[in-house]
């Protein structure tokens, strides 16, 4: 059975632009994964450390057979193959793959939250988010994803390019 499920893409190493291309070309490449959309990319200011480049984000529209923990198993081995090592949270990274949704499903283990517990903070994911599913209802907090993006404040530049 094929789910719908939104995939997070950032980098702010290297060069940006191309680690998320390549992490869009292993995902199309993926034989139990189809890219079915994907935002524009929007320029970011990190969370976190401030000593760091400014992020590109995007997001992915996704079809998969796959269910969520094999479908973070495969995110995780992408970022492997393309040389993230995990040191601090919110550092640098060349690429961060995140599951944002999975279709209506709430799940909440160890490894894995569902719906991604910072999406209501995070213009930089609600962002290109909205701009391909705005009237999504996020299945805990009951709102549209284009509602969510008009009620963050201003505090974090993102900037579609």
């Known amino acids: 059975m094929s789910h719908l499920a939104y995939i997070g893409i950032g980098s702010n190493l290297g060069t940006p632009l191309e ?16 890219v079915l959309s994907r935002s ?13 480049n400014w992020f590109l984000n ?17 995110l995780l081995a992408i970022e492997v ?5 995990r040191k601090e949270r919110w550092g640098p ?3 961060d793959l995140d599951i944002l949704l999975y279709g209506n499903s709430v799940i909440k283990t160890s490894r894995l939250e569902i719906p991604h517990p910072e999406i209501n903070r995070r213009r930089f994911v609600l962002a ?27 505090d974090k530049k993102v900037v579609r390019l």
Do not use: W
Not at 22 to 30: G, M
Not at 81 to 85: L, P, S, Y
């Open 19 to 34: 680690n998320c291309q390549r992490s869009l070309n292993l995902l199309e490449n993926h034989p139990e994964i189809s």
């Open 40 to 52: 524009s990319f929007y320029e970011t200011e990190p969370i976190g450390p401030q000593d760091q």
């Open 58 to 74: 995007s997001v992915a529209e996704i079809s998969t057979d796959m269910e969520p923990i094999p479908l973070l198993d495969a």
């Open 81 to 85: 193959a393309m040389g993230r090592i």
């Open 93 to 95: 990274r060349i690429i």
């Open 128 to 154: 290109p988010l909205a701009e391909l599913v705005p009237k999504l209802i996020h299945p805990t907090a009951r709102k549209t994803i284009q509602r969510l993006l008009s009620e963050l404040p201003e």
